[in-house]
């Protein structure tokens, strides 16, 4: 069992950047892959960007790609997004999630567990 809790979101101007962490609890967390999904308003959940259990492999979905980073510290047991060039259509709640794996491409990460989201909303 892993427990995650999100923060950074907030209002920002279009053009800028954000910092959003994903804080886990559980010894469990070093193990498992991590994503970030997203949720806009009148729209369905997305997955954005996800991260294998060591970090060496990463995977975004084309809106994002180029603006958006994810990293993980193991040792701190947080994942990261990093969120630059914001635009209106990225507003949305953002949340952390887990999964035991990343299995080779975006499409294929499925939360399991999931932290209560962070409202990131992006005034143009």
């Known amino acids: 069992q892993v427990q995650l809790v999100e923060s950074g979101g907030g209002l920002v101007q279009a053009g800028s950047s954000l910092r959003l962490s994903c804080a886990a609890s559980g010894r469990t967390f070093s193990s498992l892959a991590m994503g970030w999904y997203r949720q806009a308003p009148g729209k369905e959940r997305e997955v954005v960007a996800a991260?294998?259990?060591?970090?060496?492999?990463?995977y975004y979905s084309d809106s994002v790609k180029g603006r958006f980073t994810i990293s993980r510290d193991n040792a701190k047991n947080t994942v990261t997004l990093q969120v630059n060039s914001v635009n209106p259509e990225d507003t949305a709640v953002y949340y952390c999630?887990?999964?035991?794996?990343?299995?080779?491409?975006?499409?294929?990460?499925?939360?399991?567990?999931w932290g209560q989201g962070t409202q990131v909303t992006v005034s143009s």
């Open positions: 991260i294998s259990w060591s970090g060496g492999s990463t």
């Open positions: 999630a887990s999964d035991k794996l990343l299995r080779g491409r975006l499409s294929a990460f499925s939360g399991e567990h």
